[in-house]
């Protein structure tokens, strides 16, 4: 099992930036993909980011050029900065883990972009 544990969220304006943690309590070298998946009220959860195990990444539409994702194996720690944030951003970002073929889920951490 691998348990996940986001933080880095909170309230920013318009425009600033915030950088999302996930610390995995297994060693991301024996995981294969890690992502961000957001909720926002009302909304399905929908995929941001992923990263594979060979640095493979892949976004969401509506965050190229705004949203980076990386990990770091020996940290154990997977991130999303996210630059340029607009108010539609705000929603619960999710950590996920890719681990023998089963999905783990982090408990959630609010982002919340206002002004």
């Known amino acids: 099992q691998v348990q996940l544990v986001e933080s880095g969220g909170g309230l920013v304006q318009p425009g600033g930036s915030l950088r999302l943690s996930c610390a995995a309590s297994r060693s991301l070298f024996s995981i294969n993909a890690m992502g961000w998946y957001r909720q926002a009220p009302g909304k399905q959860r929908e995929l941001v980011a992923r990263?594979?195990?060979?640095?493979?990444?892949n976004y969401a539409d509506s965050v190229k050029g705004r949203f980076t994702i990386s990990r770091d194996n020996a940290q154990n720690t997977a991130y999303l900065q996210m630059n340029r944030l607009r108010p539609e951003d705000t929603a619960v970002y999710y950590c996920?883990?890719?681990?023998?073929?089963?999905?783990?889920w982090g408990q959630g951490t609010q982002v919340t972009v206002s002004s």
């Open positions: 990263i594979t195990g060979i640095r493979t990444t």
């Open positions: 996920t883990a890719d681990y023998r073929l089963n999905d783990y």
